[in-house]
């Protein structure tokens, strides 16, 4: 959005670090000082009012965690001369509970997108239908029948706003449509994006504004039940973006969302994810009244704005994962344990390195995502083999069914090549002595948020024999938990100074 039309103040500088009292859960830094943020919000205090609650008719002051995400937002990049060039994202999402005023920053980031964006702006208010369309845009809407200088600009309409002036427009847009393809838009904001049940129309959206200078595409949204879906995969990929698992500084992403495995109780945790419960403008007895009257999986989606995750399929009882936590690093003068869990041609595959330390078992996950054209077997040799250059690697434990060629070349170069068949008889006692081991805080992780996705992902499912893991009814990736099982069992299996036959012995 660059200024030719508005006359406001130029970017400054504003404050990069959120406050830890309302900081996302997962968020991509900022690199840059120069933002439009700040510009934006005191358009909104000059421009808006309160619609609702006891303040409504005051003007519209952003809480300071508003005014930070709006300042991340919109933040600019910066000339070799320090001076603000194009802004630096293309694509963003933003992920809120229920009552954190997503309609507001919509129809804020809306309206001045008309004012101060590029001459001819198109703005786009999306979702799924045109009634939930409509909820940002008649925010919007009902804060230009409220402006006097707003209403002098706008021409409004039952479906868009119009400011000839500016030559710019907002309107209202949903999936149920047609036409989409041939429009050109420069901001589009679209809402609830979990409900999008494919891919088109975000594909259309974003892939239509070409001839823009700074197109950009703002997801706000709540979680929802599919990672396999636009929002879950953009959901995952910024997680790994905001912990530098994988690197993009054109995505942004802003996530409020409590610990996965948190007691829906706990005050701390409706804090994590609430970001307007420090600002003292929500009524905790509400949200008392929500957890003890709602479904579980209900209230951890719209309250603690947690992708669904069935309680009672859950493997590991709550907060036993987190509390496993630990600055503990892989000592390259101690030998390790690897687990991996090969995958067909369009899943995920994960390599789990696992380290006795003591009492403790150090972990270390290694996880690899599709490419268009199938996995990237290459790339996870190359990897292993680095494993066994930098450290002493008693055993790659390896499930023979998708990774048998690979293991063979691998044994070739001299890596200690372990079949670990997952079968019921293999798994079951495997998969019991992970449990018990986290449980009792023996594991130390890094938080890496796809290996603690993948590890709370995974369900029990029943067997004659006992129970082992399964992706349960989520369907989410738990590949880098069978990695970890693997790896763990025989890390702990007794002699640890035997080293197992590799996979040539077994094979001869």
Not at 161 to 178: A, Q, T
Not at 270 to 283: E, H, T
Not at 308 to 336: V, Y
């Amino acid at each position: 959005m660059s200024s030719p039309n508005y006359t406001g103040k130029s970017p400054r500088v504003d404050r990069l670090s959120p406050n830890k009292a309302w900081a996302p859960a997962f968020f991509t830094p900022r690199i840059w000082k120069s933002t439009d943020g700040i510009d934006a919000v005191e358009f909104a205090r000059e421009h808006f009012v309160v619609t609702k609650g006891v303040r409504a008719g005051e003007p519209l002051d952003f809480l300071p965690w508003q005014r930070w995400l709006l300042g991340a937002l919109l933040e600019r990049r910066e000339t070799p001369e320090g001076k603000a060039g194009r802004l630096r994202y293309r694509r963003a999402l933003i992920g809120l509970p229920r009552k954190q005023g997503k309609s507001l920053i919509g129809s804020t980031l809306g309206i001045y997108g008309m004012v101060a964006g590029e001459a001819g702006a198109e703005v786009y208010a999306v979702a799924a239908d045109r009634q939930q369309a409509r909820i940002i845009f008649n925010e919007a809407k009902q804060q230009v029948l409220m402006s006097p200088m707003l209403m002098q600009e706008c021409k409004v309409y039952r479906d868009a706003l119009e400011m000839p002036r500016f030559g710019s427009i907002f309107r209202v847009l949903s999936s149920d449509v047609k036409g989409q393809a041939g429009l050109n838009p420069s901001l589009v904001l679209f809402d609830e994006l979990w409900t999008q049940k494919t891919d088109d129309l975000w594909d259309q959206l974003t892939l239509g504004s070409g001839a823009r200078v700074e197109p950009l595409v703002v997801a706000i949204t709540t979680a929802g039940y599919d990672l396999e879906t636009t929002a879950g995969r953009l959901y995952q990929r910024g997680k790994r973006i905001a912990g530098g698992e994988e690197v993009d500084d054109t995505f942004g992403m802003w996530w409020w969302e409590s610990p996965a495995d948190c007691d829906i109780h706990d005050r701390k945790a409706w804090k994590i994810s609430n970001p307007n419960i420090p600002a003292g403008l929500m009524d905790l007895h509400d949200m008392e009244v929500a957890s003890r009257q709602s479904a579980e999986n209900s209230f951890r989606r719209w309250r603690l704005n947690q992708w669904a995750r069935t309680s009672a399929e859950s493997w590991l009882p709550a907060g036993a994962w987190d509390q496993c936590a630990s600055t503990l690093d892989l000592d390259p003068d101690l030998p390790i344990w690897v687990g991996i869990d090969m995958a067909m041609k369009h899943d995920s595959i994960a390599v789990v390195t696992c380290q006795p330390q003591g009492d403790r078992l150090v972990l270390r996950s290694k996880i690899w995502r599709p490419a268009d054209d199938g996995v990237d077997v290459a790339g996870v040799e190359a990897y292993l083999r680095d494993l066994h250059l930098q450290f002493t690697v008693r055993e790659f434990v390896f499930d023979p069914a998708y990774f048998l060629r690979s293991a063979e070349a691998l044994s070739d170069d001299g890596l200690p090549m372990v079949e670990f068949p997952q079968s019921g008889a293999r798994m079951v006692p495997a998969c019991g002595n992970a449990y018990e081991l986290i449980v009792a805080g023996r594991v130390a992780h890094d938080g890496s948020p796809t290996f603690t996705d993948h590890v709370l992902s995974a369900a029990q499912r029943m067997s004659d024999s006992g129970w082992r893991l399964s992706k349960g009814k989520s369907k989410r990736k738990i590949d880098a938990c069978i990695a970890m099982v693997m790896a763990l069992d025989r890390a702990t299996s007794k002699p640890r100074e035997v080293v197992a036959p590799s996979v040539l012995d077994i094979w001869s």
